[in-house]
């Protein structure tokens, strides 16, 4: 396995989702600097119950515990360990599933690899550990704001809904408003009754997240390996249900010419700038100044409430169907954790 | 910079385009592995002239040198170190732009970032220094080769010519005797005849290539963060000109619900597999045994034959007109770098 | 800061000596390996408290929490986190050093390095920490001796009382039973008595432990540079207080010639082995077969009970007494943090 | 193998001895640094024929040969690849000791690691290889120099010859002048008495290399793990023949007290100083703005000229002569090469 992230921000994250508890340890922080739990507490809660007004949610919000690294709320340059203790542990749920391997899911994956797994809650392989992406990447976020640089996800295409015009058109801290995490209240609306209509037959569907990295100066990434372009893609595709990544025009560009994709230069206030930015802020895999801006798409979250068939561990093919609560797409809970990857990517590359 | 690719098997690359020689050290090969050079230098051969039969190739073909680690053509398990000499360095063509910003070249980036840069035919950023990668991915796919791996990349679109129906339906070799790397002759001629277009009115385009990993047993990845799909992600961004990559049905599966994208399991041969492959043979980050299929999309070459605006470095607008003989696109040169990545990627994490 | 080791079984500590906890993240360890907690305590409490009878000692010993990667004591192959709650932080000690630079302490370079420290007890830099190091040291050890490996150190020389002879005349697991942790009750007596006569006058002493790895095939090591001697050196040069590094007859055979130093190879149950051991088990940066010996040499303890003149923060020249019971030297509760290191060294380059 | 030394800066050094080349590639070091060859040139001929004046030299200086990252003798901050020829090969001498394990040599465990080896002259484990390490360091020297930093490293003792008082009590510079290293005329006059009379009949002998850094600010180590003693213990450990480490007062310090032993601060130029310095510049693994001084103890040379028994791989029990001029003592010319890991080492941890 390999449970580290980054270079010179180092975070090593660990729990399966059934465990005692789920945490990481922050390496390589600077010290000196004071962090705002209130942040923190923020993106979990976005993370663990999407946008709703906290008191219509029936889940408690994880609450973080730090064990490390911070005087008085200050950091110390030392590693910053915290941990999420895990409550809403449900087990029995999952027994019926012990030996079955659930379709486009990791149980089969892990039990080849590992010889055998935690099967309650997916163990390691959950989508519960990104709660502890989320509270680094608070931290990174903070420090990044102190130097000028925001990072914000918002949801750009959900199954058959898009997004209308560029995201320059709009706010882009109006993803933290809308139910799904669109620019738009308009296309949320559109995404909540085509939601409602697949929860009705216990479907669920993908999409794509895009996210924009503001005020990053010319000169951050490092090639030839660790483009900034590359270090974003290696970041949010180890997101669990990530199926793709691109930026700038990316793959709505295959149809655009030479002519049409190059951004001429010009000077602006006294800087190199781009009249256009279809490279998404990135040339030879270095910042060049302008917006970053990079799309992830999902897969529609596995555990879908209609009967299917697969195999289990012994040979035999059996029938399952997923019970219990589950959602119908990782939006807009999964945008946090795109935001936290970026950022921690981001400061590490800045460091 | 970040010049050393991998963890257990480390490629660090080195090397300016018109510098005396560009050239790469492995390290972490295995012992008493005996290299076929006939396979690195069709390779370079694919890199340098695209498919073409030689003879009607202007272009000297590269010729690798070995430095050390080989004793009679095996591996001593010590780094093996090798280069190409740079022979055809008009550096006088690239004099006019020494202070000039080309647009969607790395020169600004490179410039901000370094203060300085080798500005004769891009440097450290030029698509030359793939030439390296290929030498590597060479004797890297030897090495999958024995064990079972073979690693496939073609050309699946170009601009607005796609391919028709799934890679299952063609021979992945078609893609070594085809004039721009498709599998299919019909698509081929219909990109011939696209690219004659853009080239008589001096522009580019990109297009998608697509690897198929075949071979490749169950549990090849290292969850959380060197996930198979986020290390083979990072590994094709760093090539010049990508732009994005996904796997499995990625952002083509955008539409598709849980339902119609998860994959059954089924027992076959004794074995564990899935009745289709919209994952794209990776499960929470793990192969799970089916082929391994991912894309990669790449921007137009930026240097058009057409008039462009820009900027120099001493705050001038200018206008530049690029020279001298440019690709209309990257196939079906880029291919055997992808596959380069892929092996490197895929031989590093089954070691 | 750095605060993880290893390179493909990785321990990531955390945790300061007056804060919530101290703990850590192996990364790496296989799956399938049963743990035995017994051992995991006894090398607590040899730590935490020496070889005395638990009975006697007034400290209470560290208790271990596991919060990830195991199920049913069975290792997972994912992240193995846990943690040992700090208990007896009496801060209050510390307060009146809040501003004083303790001689030979880390108090003056941690301010100077990160501007702000965790001065009750020595923060980060304390020795507590090392029981984190214990912790997966005992885990290391488990998974050698299951490969038949065994690590034992011993205490070789305090100040001016030496070993008589050379270890393999003694019974190496003798260490855990005599006080000092010497192999010869004579010389343990002789120690005793040395160290009360110190103890009377508040001064205190160093030494050196050896430790020797037993049943170690040929061939670990990884030259050029992470030649299993450099590795060793690495890794007990970070253990607090070290001040030097030997392995064979390292410091002490510098009078010997060539002739003298060298090991004649000869076959011995149908392997190679060598004559003498001069070179401690390795050869090349590699191990050889034979037993792996090194030696660690520590500077006494810099708590001494005299008042000693020192600076404060502000630029005061003040006299500083430090209270409270401290050790007189670092062994016998130094050894299992050798042994630890050296385990996870060795374990790292096996796998 | 592992063949990169450096995290921020990075050394990958390849070669086998009678190859056609050594070298090695640096990644890190900043953009726009002008580099002086004849430093470089300098510090290989130390390593290649001591500090004789080279006219009286036999031998022929090695010359370096770079191939990247120089554009006018000034860092483009892309890697620099450089190469040295091998010239002098004469494989003959070694053809007879093909199948033979040399005493105290790497021939058996690189035999037993690998399968297979470069018998020729040692291969990939000859001192050969410290020529490339002498590059970087020389230009790693530069760039310290630049910053206030100098690192020199003299002879303090060969076999029972030993320097007279503290290195305090010489000019540094002096060990380049001196025919064996040492900082005194008197001892450089017995060294040289007690060589020839060891030469005269075929023996070798070792000794102790002392370096200092002087000028390095409080500030520079990253505990735990990469504390600055830790990573001097690991660069210097892979030096070919280095049997141990230790710095300030080390194992000559096993007799002195805590009292004995601590530095004690005061104020000195308005900074924190101490007025000994048997701590060696290193407090908590971190520089405290004293001299940094280590010492490396080297065995002799294992190439003695007098008949020895061994094995060969086939398993007869052979005697061997060693033939061909080999040195007494790594002495004067092993001290380049303290110089340069231990430059390496301070430079990485600086950036």
Redesign the interface.
């Known amino acids: 396995?390999?449970?580290?992230?980054g270079n010179r921000l180092?975070l090593?994250?660990?729990?399966?989702s059934h465990?005692?508890?789920?945490?990481g340890?922050i390496?390589?922080f600077p010290?000196?600097f004071r962090i705002d739990n209130a942040m923190i507490d923020s993106d979990l809660r976005r993370r663990a119950t999407g946008n709703l007004p906290s008191a219509s949610s029936r889940k408690e919000t994880d609450r973080v515990e730090?064990?490390?690294?911070l005087?008085d709320g200050?950091t110390?340059?030392?590693?910053?360990?915290f941990?999420i203790r895990n409550s809403d542990c449900r087990s029995g749920d999952y027994e019926e599933f012990k030996d079955v391997?659930r379709?486009?899911?990791?149980d089969?994956?892990?039990q080849?690899?590992?010889?055998?797994?935690?099967w309650r809650g997916g163990?390691?392989?959950s989508a519960r550990?990104t709660a502890v992406r989320v509270v680094a990447g608070a931290m990174a976020r903070q420090w990044l704001m102190e130097h000028g640089v925001t990072v914000s996800a918002f949801t750009s295409?959900v199954?058959?809904v898009s997004m209308d015009g560029s995201y320059t058109d709009y706010e882009l801290d109006a993803a933290r408003l809308t139910r799904f995490g669109t620019l738009d209240r308009d296309m949320d609306d559109c995404v909540e009754e085509y939601l409602a209509s697949?929860r009705s037959v216990g479907?669920?569907?993908?999409?794509?997240a895009t996210c924009v990295v503001r005020g990053l100066k010319?000169?951050?990434?490092?090639?030839?390996?660790?483009?900034l372009?590359?270090?974003l893609?290696?970041?949010v595709?180890?997101i669990?249900a990530?199926?793709?990544?691109?930026?700038?025009?990316?793959?709505d560009?295959?149809?655009?010419?030479?002519?049409e994709?190059?951004?001429?230069?010009?000077?602006r206030d006294g800087e190199?700038h781009?009249l256009t930015n279809?490279?998404?802020g990135i040339?030879?895999?270095?910042?060049?100044?302008e917006d970053i801006c990079f799309r992830v798409?999902f897969?529609?979250?596995?555990?879908?409430a209609?009967e299917?068939?697969?195999?289990n561990a012994t040979?035999d093919?059996v029938r399952l169907q997923v019970r219990g609560r589950h959602d119908v797409t990782v939006f807009p809970r999964v945008l946090p954790v795109v935001e936290a990857m970026a950022a921690l990517t981001v400061m590490d590359l800045m460091l």
């Open positions: 396995m390999s449970n580290t992230f180092r090593t994250t660990w729990g399966e465990g005692a508890a789920i945490g340890v390496d390589g010290s000196g730090f064990l490390s690294g005087t200050m110390l340059g030392t590693p910053i360990a941990m391997f379709p486009s899911h990791a089969y994956t892990y080849a690899k590992y010889g055998l797994r935690d163990g390691r392989a550990e295409r199954g058959k697949l479907d669920t569907v993908g999409g794509t010319a000169g951050v990434g490092e090639p030839l390996y660790d483009k372009s590359a270090r893609a290696y970041a595709m180890s669990p990530a199926k793709g990544f691109d930026y700038g025009v990316g793959f560009g295959i149809d655009m010419t030479g002519l994709q190059n951004d001429a230069f010009v000077w190199v781009t279809r490279s998404g040339q030879g895999g270095i910042s060049n100044g798409v897969k529609p979250i596995p555990s879908i209609m299917q068939s697969t195999v040979g093919e």
